[in-house]
């Protein structure tokens, strides 16, 4: 059975951190399956065929035959995600990767509740799938929060890597070029986005 690590994104721009998570998440899983989406709860700036494309891009400079973009896979509900990737690996555990700013407690807000209990059918998707939590710099892990998924029927662990103190917003709100890879912000140009 492959234990397949499910990494969905908005990718709006990926960014260094992004490549970071996926090199980490290649040496533990079997596969890693990635994906750009359209975030229900977010904004995007540039349409999604851009964001698939930098993530190509930020992928193949990893190097590793276990990571691959799987656009079949995008859609603005999880769940929605998860049937797709069973019909696609019938035999593969699937685990779930998510940041911990979903899981509450962030950014100086400590009382900002549990953004994941707002996803669509948040019980089902937590029976079909681990979840694994990526710690993020500013994103405390409520351990609170944590048992609120365990006892919905979340299987949690938390990953033994701290995701980078970089983000795609930084870029997209103050230009800072540093959060990306030298091939997507190439592309960026390129393509003239984030004008």
């Not at 397949?4 to 994104?9: E, M, N, Q, V, W």
């Not at 721009?13 to 970071?20: D, Y």
Request: no cysteine.
């Amino acid at each position: 059975m492959n234990n397949i690590a499910l990494f969905g994104t908005s990718a709006d721009p990926p960014t260094a951190g992004h490549q970071k998570i996926l090199k980490w998440l290649s040496q533990n899983f079997d596969l890693v399956a990635v994906w750009a989406a359209d975030n229900p709860f977010k904004q995007h700036q540039t349409p999604l065929a851009h964001r698939e494309m930098m993530l190509k891009l930020l992928i193949a400079e990893i190097q590793r035959q276990n990571i691959g973009i799987y656009p079949e896979l995008s859609s603005r509900r999880t769940l929605e995600t998860v049937e797709r990737a069973k019909e696609y690996w019938h035999q593969g555990e699937f685990t779930l990767v998510i940041g911990s700013d979903l899981t509450g407690g962030g950014a100086g807000n400590h009382n900002s509740g549990l953004p994941l209990l707002k996803w669509y059918r948040i019980e089902d998707l937590l029976r079909q799938v681990k979840l694994l939590v990526i710690p993020r710099p500013g994103y405390p892990i409520a351990e609170e929060n944590l048992e609120e998924l365990r006892r919905l029927g979340g299987q949690i662990a938390i990953a033994s890597l701290t995701g980078s103190d970089v983000s795609s917003t930084a870029y997209r709100q103050n230009g800072d070029t540093e959060v990306l890879t030298p091939p997507v912000e190439a592309y960026i140009h390129r393509e003239r986005l984030y004008a």
